[in-house]
């Protein structure tokens, strides 16, 4: 059953409340004080908290009430807390709504209004209870793979990915090829860095080579080395990538750009650890494990005949697919402050607000370069939507919620008064109905001039 504390000095307010909430299935503690109610917050497990305004006899300030709400949301930030008083002040409300408070009501009150406030609010701490405890279970699950596997520093809150470490973490002791998928930008190392980390030969060399970076007829002599005089400047013998990695990992990403000879020779290696240098004909040994990485589509090059699909199965043998950062909306924030490093510089909220609503087609790789270039380039230490560079249109919706000032999208007068007629003046009810949070709503009604009653 909820608890509801009543906080109030007059005791036929606090019985008329009790036997209100008595009647409705809700559990009443009763404080006549401030230090009464903190006492019993204290001790007791309480869900919401309705406090009176003025405690001291011919006092209207409300200057008891505004210390105890302050004292309540520093001691209980999230505790939600319904303010009643006989002496309505529109300045205060908007102040304390801002503030954090729930809701604002006059004495005397709607008993039906009271009671849907408080049915809403419990709702809400209800959900949002659920939401920390779900949140809660992932970090824990976050922290207990992070402590059982080395992932290399990478900083995630997503569940997509960390689906992705789960995997890779699984995999990542067995001696088979790995095929990582997924689009510039995205990771895709990083993730083959956690493979070689948590592997049996995690003590080895972890080489790279991105196929796409080379000229075709120079990916073979990277990969395997070459004899002096196999291609035109080889003054001399050279070791290739697979001598490199010997007894370690060999990453190869952009594996799609691999030409068929290459294909061929690697197909070979996979299989028998064994290949030749270019321009000999002397077998070498190595053992090798291959992680591959690729943002193609394989499959398709394998219809369209540019890709072998005896590789493919032997590269393919576990995928893990590393998803854009548009599908990992979570790690936007965490990834972006840890990208600012210790340039001193902190997010104001309208750059959070831009930086979630961008759609990252460049994405970690583009984040990465946004905030280093605003860290740079803002004159301030908090950096701004402006400081960003995104395109116009993410700045215009950040703006949009920044809720700082009317626009189009903005309900007016007549939407408003409507809206309070018909849910009796319940302020959350109307906000909810006009897409508004409750203390946007408080702000319109004391820009417009609006009562808490249409027409008051």
């Known amino acids: 059953m909820p608890t509801v504390l009543v906080i109030d000095d007059n005791a036929s307010v606090r019985t008329a409340l009790k036997v209100l909430f008595d009647l409705h299935d809700l559990r009443v503690l009763c404080a006549e004080s401030p230090e009464d109610g903190l006492a019993l917050l204290g001790r007791e497990p309480v869900d919401l908290v309705l406090q009176d305004m003025n405690f001291s006899a011919d006092t209207t300030s409300g200057e008891e009430g505004i210390a ?3 004292e309540i949301r520093r001691r209980h930030p999230d505790m939600p807390v319904i303010l009643l008083t006989a002496w309505t002040q529109l300045d205060t409300a908007v102040s304390l709504m801002k503030s954090g408070a729930a809701d604002y009501l006059g004495k005397p009150w709607d008993d039906h209004k009271l009671l849907a406030s408080v049915r809403n609010l419990l709702e809400l701490s209800d959900t949002r209870r659920a939401l920390e405890h779900y949140r809660g279970a992932e970090r824990r699950r976050r922290e207990g793979l992070a402590g059982r596997f080395d992932l290399r520093g990478i900083v995630y809150a997503d569940p997509a ?12 002791a067995a001696d088979v090829p790995v095929l ?18 948590n592997s049996s030969v995690k003590r080895g060399p972890f080489v790279t080579l991105n196929c796409g970076a080379l000229p ?5 002599a990277e990969l395997f080395g070459a004899e002096a005089g196999a291609y035109t400047g080889a003054t001399k013998a050279r070791d290739g990538k697979f001598d490199a990695a010997d007894g370690g990992t060999l990453f190869l990403d952009e594996i799609g750009n691999l030409p068929a000879p290459g294909q061929m020779k690697l197909l070979r290696v996979l299989e028998t650890g064994r290949f030749e240098r270019l321009g000999s004909n002397r077998e070498r040994q190595v053992k090798v494990r291959v992680i591959s990485a690729t943002n193609a589509d394989l499959a398709a090059m394998i219809r369209e005949g540019r890709f072998r699909e005896d590789l493919y199965y032997r590269l393919n043998l576990i995928e893990l697919r590393v998803p854009s950062l548009a599908e990992r909306p979570l790690d936007v924030l965490p990834l972006a402050e840890h990208f600012l490093g210790g340039s001193g510089k902190s997010l104001a909220d309208d750059a959070r607000r831009a930086l979630q609503r961008h759609a990252w087609p460049g994405n970690v790789r583009e984040l990465k370069n946004t905030m280093q270039r605003a860290a740079l380039l803002s004159p301030g230490s908090a950096i701004t939507a402006a400081d960003l560079g995104l395109p116009a249109t993410a700045l215009a919706a950040g703006a949009r919620t920044a809720d700082a000032s009317p626009d189009a999208d903005e ?13 009796r003046g319940v302020l959350a009810q109307a906000a909810a109905e006009l897409g508004l949070s409750r203390q946007a709503l408080y702000r319109r009604l004391e820009r417009l001039g609006i009562g808490r009653e249409p027409g008051a």
């Open 411 to 423: 309900p007016d007068r007549g939407s408003i008064e409507a809206a309070l007629k018909k849910h």
């Open 161 to 172: 990915m960390e689906r992705v470490l789960q995997l890779a973490t699984q995999v990542a």
């Open 216 to 220: 075709a007829e120079l990916i073979e």
């Open 180 to 197: 990582i998928s997924g689009p510039n930008g995205s990771g895709k190392e990083r993730i083959a860095e956690v493979l070689q980390a």
């Open 68 to 70: 105890l709400f302050h």
